[in-house]
């Protein structure tokens, strides 16, 4: 079964447990093991579903069984997100990353298949999302340090460094936060900061055989070390050094997964897992580390039974965990507070914030693991789960699938979405209804289906691609505007004004944009009236696909047309 690359990805359906009531970012302590652990499967890929503990709109974004492998051929096994400390999503948020197993693949911000990157880009290629333009990906190839521009297709050489075989950032460390540096080491022995601007390689710290795990970059262009010893003394734990590889202090005697960012303040900090500290500020903790002092603050303390990955944004005052249960917890006797749930803590350690169970299971020894990985400006999130289909329906050991979360809505009681209004708005002198697609002054015929994202007016929207099918508003007022959602997978629809055909419109948008007015019509005489929208079935020669969207529709100093009207006018 090929790859559908179409906006279909993001149909919604009602996946509605009878589960107990619950909230998003469930905030208290208690102990929730998931309903139906080991019997619940998830949605087809492009489908979404609620979290049924914490509320949570989740979007399955792959199907690693149905999509054909690249590389190797045949299909898939699994496909993931890379790790939890480089973001997957680029610049503005528009475009993110996947690994297809062995190599790269991109989806847009609403979890549209958009193309494979080149077989260079690769699980050994570290790809990293430039901070200044959202099309370009830096990743190493041997000695080089290369770029990709994921919408000319272009590749060329930034650097090559001959004075080694190799060159790697360790797999952890992301671009620097001004876009501008890369920590690296050449010969898994001689780290150094790359400045791409000055193409300029800067002083060598030798590592001279002493064994190193991870790299980091801060966001001041500072340097983390994480050696392989632990303990107080030089070379050992978690050490900080400045752009020239300067030591200036120890932060940790030992490593542990983390992440770096801002704090609210501007301080830079470094959050980690410090399971492994024999002397720990709490137990199990996840750490907030100042890397001016070396200053720890707890910000919470998990089961002993847990383990995690961090992923920080840029400095919004938050950090997103992930905690994983290395032994699987079958009943609820072997669950305890925060158990294979994906966090959303509060940079301050006032607030944690329960997003999700992830329900990937330890049926293999890495791939199982989530690996939740945050947007830049802290409003999505990505994660992989096997969702224990191992078991359920005989999946391959290795499978794992990803999901998109949202957090524009799910983190801050966004209610109606970005941008979104309900019912009436005034302003200007004058009052606008806003009728949502769902309410019933819209009728449809044909096949629509609804999707759940925060960026749709009310959150919601509905969508159709097969010729014929029509939504129809019946309203009275003297102008009115169509609002819909238009992609790189978009159609053409056409337009009806009381019956009569007033021409197509050409729903294609690149990059996608939400809530567009797609179309509207003033000076019409004051009355009843109906718009109808209908699926051409056709598309340009540019789109992947035919979808035309119905978001909502606003009618300037109007109201929707009273159902007892409608049923009138049916009868006479």
Not at 323 to 346: F, H, N, R, S
Not at 560 to 572: D, H, N, Q, T, V
Request: hydrophobic share 35%; aromatic share 10%.
């Amino acid at each position: 079964m090929e790859h559908r690359k179409t906006s279909g990805i993001l149909i919604g359906i009602a996946w509605t447990l009878m589960l107990r009531a619950a909230v998003a970012q469930n905030a208290d302590s208690g102990v929730y093991v998931p309903p139906q652990y080991l019997t619940l499967t998830p949605p087809s890929a492009g489908r979404s579903f609620t979290d049924p503990v914490f509320g949570t709109n989740i979007l399955r974004v792959t199907d690693a069984l149905t999509q054909r492998n690249s590389d190797t051929g045949g299909y898939l096994t699994f496909i993931t997100d890379e790790y939890s400390s480089m973001s997957p999503f680029n610049n503005d948020g528009s475009r993110f990353l996947v690994v297809f197993q062995s190599y790269f693949a991109l989806y847009d911000s609403t979890g549209n298949f958009v193309k494979e990157c080149p077989m260079e880009v690769n699980s050994e290629s570290e790809p990293r999302w430039s901070r200044t333009s959202p099309d370009v990906l830096y990743y190493v190839r041997g000695n080089q340090l290369k770029q990709y521009n994921t919408m000319t297709g272009a590749v060329s050489v930034v650097h090559t460094f001959s004075e080694y075989s190799r060159i790697s950032g360790n797999g952890e460390s992301d671009i620097c936060f001004d876009g501008n540096h890369f920590v690296l080491a050449g010969d898994k022995r001689y780290i150094f900061v790359y400045e791409v601007s000055s193409d300029r390689k800067g002083p060598v710290l030798d590592a001279e055989g002493r064994r190193f795990d991870s790299l980091y970059i801060t966001p001041n262009d500072n340097v983390t070390v994480t050696w392989l010893a632990t303990g107080a003394g030089r070379w050992s734990g978690i050490e900080l050094f400045n752009r020239d590889m300067v030591f200036q202090r120890q932060l940790s005697t030992v490593g542990g997964h983390m992440d770096v960012t801002r704090d609210t303040n501007g301080d830079e900090i470094l959050v980690l897992n410090n399971s492994a500290d024999p002397a720990p500020v709490c137990d199990n903790g996840i750490v907030k580390i100042r890397l001016s002092d070396g200053q720890r603050t707890c910000l919470l303390s998990l089961d002993w039974s847990l383990a995690v990955h961090i992923s920080a944004p840029d400095g919004n005052g938050w950090c997103f965990v992930e905690t994983y249960a290395p032994a699987d917890p079958l009943a609820a006797p072997g669950w305890t507070t925060y158990t294979d749930e994906i966090l959303q803590v509060k940079l301050d350690g006032s607030e944690v914030r329960r997003i999700a169970h992830h329900r990937s299971r330890p049926f293999n020894s890495y791939n199982y693991q989530p690996h939740a990985s945050v947007s830049r400006d802290g409003t999505k999130l990505v994660y992989s789960s096997n969702f224990g289909l191992q078991a359920t329906l005989g999946y391959p050991i290795e499978y794992s699938d990803v999901y998109l979360v949202s957090l524009s809505a799910s983190t801050t009681g966004g209610g109606n979405g970005a941008g979104g209004k309900a019912g009436g708005h005034s302003g200007g002198g004058s009052t606008t209804t806003r009728i949502e697609q769902d309410d019933p002054a819209v009728a449809y015929s044909g096949d629509w289906f609804r999707n759940s994202m925060s960026a749709h007016s009310g959150g919601t929207a509905k969508l159709a691609m097969d010729a014929g099918s029509r939504a129809t508003l019946s309203f009275t007022g003297t102008a009115v505007r169509w609002l819909g959602y238009g992609d790189e997978w978009s159609g053409i629809a056409n337009v009806y004004l009381d019956g009569e055909f007033k021409g197509t419109v050409d729903t294609f948008r690149a990059p996608f944009h939400a809530q567009s007015a797609l179309w509207e019509i003033s000076g019409l005489q004051a009355g009843p009236h109906t718009l109808a929208i209908e699926a051409a079935g056709a598309r340009n020669a540019s789109s992947g696909s035919a979808w035309v969207w119905i978001d909502a529709f606003e009618v300037p100093n109007g109201v929707k047309e009273p159902e007892s009207s409608r049923f009138l006018r049916r009868i006479r």
